[in-house]
C-alpha cells in the first residue's frame, strides 16, 4: 500500500523536518501487521515527495486475529486485498509512523506547524462503496481539489466491469497535520472495514481527530457511523458530544464581542445603513433566491421576508445559538404562511461545500469574511464563488482607513474582538478583482456611511455579478 505527500513550498525539503523523516534516507519500522518503509522518490528545493509504503503480511495478520472480514473461501484470510489498499491499516501506520507530525509538533522547524503550505496526496489504491461519489463528497467539503481514477476488476476481462478500488490525488494549501488527520479519519470511513475491534476509545480519538472539521462537515453522520463500525450506541454518543460543542461560554463569548462591535457603531447607525444599502441592491438585481451566509440573529431576513420579490430565502450561520436567536427574533411560529414557506434557517460553515448552497440568484456576505482566519479565506472563495456559483454576491467588510475616526476604538485596535483582519480599501479591491478573475465574475465597488475626504467610508462593499 503507497502513500505519497508532495510539496512545491520553497523549501520543499522542509517536508522532512514536518514529518521527522530525513529525505536523504530510508527508514523503516516494524508494526504489528507488517513493515512500513518511508522513502523520498523526490527531494529538490523546489519540490518534495515522502512515500509511506506499507508491506502488510496477510499470513501475520490471520495470526494475530487483525482480519475481520467476511470470508466467502478457505483461503481468505490469507488471500485478501488488505497490503494493497488504503485502509485502517493506513491510519495506524500514520499515528505510529508520522505521529509527531499528525501531533503538529515539530521542535527543529515550529513555525511551519501552523502553515498552509501546498499539499498534494496520492492514495495510490483505495476501496470506496460509495464509488467516486463518496470520495468526492468526503474530501471536497474540506476543500481539496480531487481527481479520482476508477479501475476495472480485471483488464483481460473488461466486460467483469469496474472495481471499488480508485486512485485518489488530493490537492490543498494546507497545514501537514490537517492533511494528516483527515486521511487518518476518512481511509477507513471510505473502506467502511476497520481491521480491529471498536470501543469507547475510538470515540474519543475520533472526537481528537475531528475537532474543527468534523461538526461543520456535510456528511459527519456517516463519517461517524462508519468510522465506528456502525455501533449504533457509540455513534449517538459521538453524535452528543459533537453537537455539545456549542458550548454555552462560546455563546456568551458571541454576545459580548456583538455588544462590543454595536458599541462602536452605534453612534452612526451604520449597520442599519449596511441592511439598507444591501436591500436596495438586491431589490434592484431582480433576485428572487437569496442566500444570507452568516445570517446572524437574521436582521437582513426580517427586511426580505415581507417583499414579494424574494421567493426564496436561505440564512445559514456556523452557530446554533445564533439560528436559535433568529428563529425567536423572527418570530417563526407567529409568521404568516406565505412568508414562513419561503424561509429556510440552516447550520453550516463557509468552510465546506455544502450543496444546499447551489442554484441561488444572489448570496450575501455581510461583514463576515473578516471573521475568517487568512490562510483559509482561499477555502471560502471556493465553497462561495466556485461551488455555490450565485448569480451575485455581495460582501461588506470594514475599512481600516476609518477607524482611527471613531473616538471609541482605541488606536490599533480591530471594531470586533474575533476579526482575524480589516481591510484598507486598496487590500479590498485587490482581493476582491482577483476573486473576481479567478471565477468568471464582474466586480463593482460602492461605500457605505459617510465618507470621510482621506478616510473614505467607514464600511466597503463589493457587488460581484455573472
Known amino acids: 500500500m503507497l502513500f505519497t505527500i508532495t510539496t512545491t513550498h520553497e523549501p520543499a525539503t522542509d517536508l522532512g523536518y514536518l514529518l521527522h523523516k530525513h529525505p536523504g534516507k530510508l527508514q523503516s519500522f516494524t508494526l504489528s501487521f507488517g513493515q512500513a518503509h518511508v522513502f523520498y522518490p523526490e527531494t529538490t528545493e523546489t519540490r518534495c515527495t515522502a512515500a509511506l509504503l506499507l508491506d502488510i503480511d496477510p499470513i501475520q495478520l490471520f495470526r494475530q486475529r487483525h482480519f475481520t472480514g ?36 515539530c521542535k527543529t522547524r515550529p513555525e511551519l506547524v501552523d502553515m498552509p503550505i501546498p499539499l498534494q496526496a496520492r492514495l ?133 464581542q456583538g455588544v462590543q462591535e454595536n458599541s462602536v457603531e452605534k453612534t452612526t447607525g451604520l449597520h442599519q445603513q449596511r441592511l439598507e444599502r444591501v436591500m436596495d441592491v438586491l431589490r434592484q438585481s431582480g433576485a428572487s433566491r437569496v442566500l444570507d451566509l452568516g445570517c446572524g440573529e437574521g436582521k437582513l431576513i426580517g427586511l426580505l421576508l ?23 427574533r423572527l418570530q417563526l411560529e407567529r409568521m404568516p404562511d406565505v412568508q414562513r414557506k419561503k424561509l429556510t434557517l440552516i447550520q453550516g460553515s463557509l468552510l465546506y461545500r455544502d450543496a444546499r448552497l447551489a442554484r441561488f440568484d444572489a448570496a450575501v456576505l455581510l461583514e463576515v469574511i473578516e471573521h475568517i482566519e487568512p490562510s483559509r479565506l482561499d477555502v471560502v472563495e471556493k465553497v462561495v464563488f466556485g461551488n455555490a456559483k450565485p448569480g451575485m454576491v455581495i460582501v461588506t467588510t470594514p475599512n481600516r482607513e476609518y477607524n482611527h475616526l471613531w473616538p471609541s476604538l482605541p488606536a490599533g485596535q480591530f471594531r470586533h474582538p474575533d476579526h482575524h483582519f480589516e481591510w484598507d480599501r486598496a487590500e479590498f479591491q485587490s482581493w476582491a478583482q482577483r476573486v473576481a478573475q479567478t471565477y468568471g465574475y464582474s466586480v463593482s465597488f460602492a461605500p457605505i456611511g459617510s465618507e470621510n475626504p482621506e478616510a473614505g467610508a467607514p464600511t466597503q462593499m463589493g457587488v460581484f455579478t455573472k
Open 124 to 256: 495510490a489504491v483505495i476501496p470506496s462503496s460509495g464509488g467516486e461519489k463518496l470520495i468526492r463528497a468526503l474530501f471536497e467539503p474540506l476543500g481539496y481539489a480531487v481527481v479520482v481514477q476508477g479501475h476495472i476488476l480485471d483488464e483481460k476481462f473488461p466486460e467483469w466491469g469496474q472495481s471499488n478500488l480508485f486512485t485518489v490525488d488530493l490537492s490543498a494549501t494546507i497545514r501537514l497535520k490537517d492533511l494528516l488527520t483527515h486521511i487518518y479519519v476518512l481511509a477507513p470511513v471510505l473502506d467502511d472495514s476497520k481491521h480491529y475491534f471498536v470501543g469507547e476509545d475510538e470515540v474519543n480519538k475520533l472526537m481528537a481527530r475531528g475537532e474543527g472539521w468534523l461538526q461543520q462537515h456535510p456528511e459527519r453522520e456517516l463519517i461517524i457511523e462508519r468510522y465506528l463500525r456502525h455501533r449504533r450506541d457509540l455513534a449517538e454518543s459521538a453524535l452528543e458530544r459533537l453537537m455539545a460543542e456549542e458550548t454555552p461560554n462560546l455563546e456568551e463569548k458571541e454576545e459580548i
Open 70 to 105: 467476511k470470508s466467502s473461501f478457505a483461503l481468505q484470510q490469507y488471500v485478501n486485498d488488505r497490503p494493497y489498499v488504503a485502509s485502517s491499516f493506513l491510519s495506524v501506520a500514520i499515528a505510529e509512523v508520522y505521529g509527531t507530525a499528525l501531533a503538529g509538533n
Open 306 to 328: 415581507p417583499k414579494r420579490q424574494f421567493a426564496e430565502i436561505v440564512g445559514m450561520d456556523v452557530s446554533p445559538r445564533s439560528l436559535e436567536r433568529a428563529e425567536k
